[in-house]
């Protein structure tokens, strides 16, 4: 069964430091990755996704992630944090099967400090 | 594009009535559409999964008799919340995703159920 870790709960930084938030994920073969982030009450918004091709996959609101198949990671990047990015942030990975199932990590909340 | 609804955003409710969430797909149509749970502090739960004129899939320990899903267009589905108790009370976020395989799913904004 597929999984996902992400191993911080909460996260603090101050505005303008870079992020990068950790993602782990299980799954059999190549996997569909996403990240999403959801701001209090609301529901998820997709940052960005990978399928295939380019490891290196560009988002929205400057967010970049990197798949990287011998570590089983997905980690999520941004160069310079701006205190609208506080939030919590999802890892998924989605059934590459057609089921088109998407599992959930636990979830990062970001903190963003003057 | 790829925009999805919730209606209502908030609903409170009497132990034992049923509530009715509706879930729109507003410029796409969507061959499947999902619906979580999400308690406090805690990740999405994904309860079903419903694809436009056929039965739910219900993930294992979700009550279907109690959480009961249609899907009866390519743009609308609903969970009704049947003889709701407390412990019901939760925020409901669904999902839909457009035909293909590994399609991403579009979420909407969720509805806040409050049991009383």
């Known amino acids: 069964a597929q999984s996902v870790t992400q191993p911080d709960i909460h996260i603090t930084v101050s505005e303008g430091a870079s992020l990068e938030l950790r993602c782990n994920y299980s799954y059999g073969a190549t996997p569909y990755l996403f990240w999403y982030v959801q701001s209090p009450g609301q529901g998820l918004q997709l940052l960005l996704k990978?399928?295939?091709?380019?490891?290196l996959v560009q988002g929205i609101k400057g967010f970049e992630a990197e798949f990287k198949r011998s570590q089983s990671s997905f980690n999520l990047r941004k160069p310079s944090v701006h205190w609208s990015d506080a939030a919590e942030y999802f890892c998924a990975v989605g059934d590459s099967g057609g089921y088109q199932k998407v599992t959930f990590g636990t979830g990062t909340k970001l903190q963003v400090i003057p | 594009g790829a925009v999805v609804s919730q209606h209502p955003s908030r609903v409170i409710c009497k132990s034992g009535t049923s509530v009715k969430i509706e879930c729109r797909s507003l410029d796409f149509q969507a061959t499947t559409m999902f619906w979580y749970r999400q308690f406090p502090k805690k990740s999405l739960m994904l309860m079903a999964t419903s694809n436009e004129g056929s039965k739910a899939t219900y993930e294992q320990g979700v009550e279907k008799d109690k959480f009961l899903i249609n899907h009866a267009s390519l743009t609308l589905s609903t969970l009704t919340v049947t003889s709701a108790h407390p412990e019901d009370s939760s925020f409901y976020i669904c999902?839909?995703?457009?035909?293909?395989?590994?399609?991403?799913?579009?979420f909407g904004p969720g509805t806040r159920l409050l049991v009383l």
């Open positions: 999902s839909a995703s457009k035909a293909g395989v590994g399609e991403t799913q579009y």
């Open positions: 990978y399928f295939s091709g380019d490891t």
